[in-house]
Structure formats: C-alpha cells, structure tokens
C-alpha cells in the first residue's frame, strides 16, 4: 500500500463539505438579524419627508385638505395621495409626536396639510443605536425638513 496515495482530500470530500456548508448558510442566513445601517437610518427619515412633502404639494393643488397617516404602533407612514406605505424596520425606534385635534377635529394619528400650505405640524423620530432623525412638520408654514440628532440626546 503507497502511503502518498492516502494523504489529502478526494474530489467528492470536497464537494461534499460545500455542500453541508451551502445548506447550513441557506438555513441560518435568513435567521440572522439584519440591523439597519446609519445610511439606511437616514434614507428611511429623507423617504418619509419626501412623502410628506408630496401630500402637502397635493394639498395645495387640489386646494383640499389631505391627511398623511402616521401609524407609529403599526411602524407605517402611509400617503393619502398615492397611497405609498413606507414600513420602518423593528430594530428602528419609531416615535410620532402629533397633534390630537386640528381644526376642532381628531387628528386621529395623521398629519393633515391644508390648501393654503400649512398644517396642524409634527415630529416623527427615527432612532437606531447611535444614530437619530426627526422629520418635522411646521404647523404654521407646513414646511418639513429632516434634523439628525444624536442619539444620546434621545
């Protein structure tokens, strides 16, 4: 018996191995949590802006109120014009500070823009580990912009 036709792996081991290792990652890859990113943190504050400012525009050129849905427990942002949800992942710390009338009315979880531009205002806060946006609603001028804070300051 040759002693140096012995050592080392064969073909089939080899392939056989990957083979364990393909399935075991096919497995627990979709169970490993997927954390949201600083980059992503903040796309998600500038999308909802962006929506937000799309209901307003609507508002004034309807010159008819529109009411933007701000379902914090539910983590959704849903437009009342295109009827877009945006969905905030679980591991972003999602806050909604809005009005609970407007107008003499319950707000009812919405911020509504008017024709005239204005608003009855709020402040959505996005937060994940160190990093932190609110996107603020002016109920005077209606205008919305998105402020990073930091997190510590939460």
């Given at each position: 018996m040759n002693r140096a036709s012995e050592r080392g792996f064969t073909l089939l081991e080899m392939v056989c191995v990957m083979a364990i290792v393909a399935m075991l990652a096919a497995v627990l890859l979709p169970l490993a949590p997927l954390h949201t990113s600083r980059p992503r943190l903040q796309a998600y504050a500038l999308e909802a802006a962006s929506l937000l400012?799309?209901?307003r525009n609507a508002a004034i050129r309807r010159q008819s109120d529109v009411a933007t849905l701000v379902d914090a427990p539910?983590?959704?942002?849903?437009?009342?014009?295109?009827?877009?949800?945006?969905?905030?992942p679980g591991d972003v710390r999602f806050d909604a500070l809005l009005p609970q009338t407007c107008r003499q009315r319950a707000a009812l979880s919405t911020i509504r823009f008017f024709a005239d531009g204005m608003s009855c205002g709020g402040t959505i806060a996005l937060t994940r580990l160190d990093a932190s946006?609110?996107?603020?609603?002016?109920?005077?001028?209606?205008?919305?912009?998105v402020v990073p804070r930091s997190a510590a300051a939460n």
């Open positions: 400012k799309a209901d539910s983590r959704a942002i849903r437009s009342a014009v295109t009827g877009e949800t945006l969905r905030i946006y609110e996107i603020r609603v002016n109920w005077l001028t209606g205008r919305i912009e």
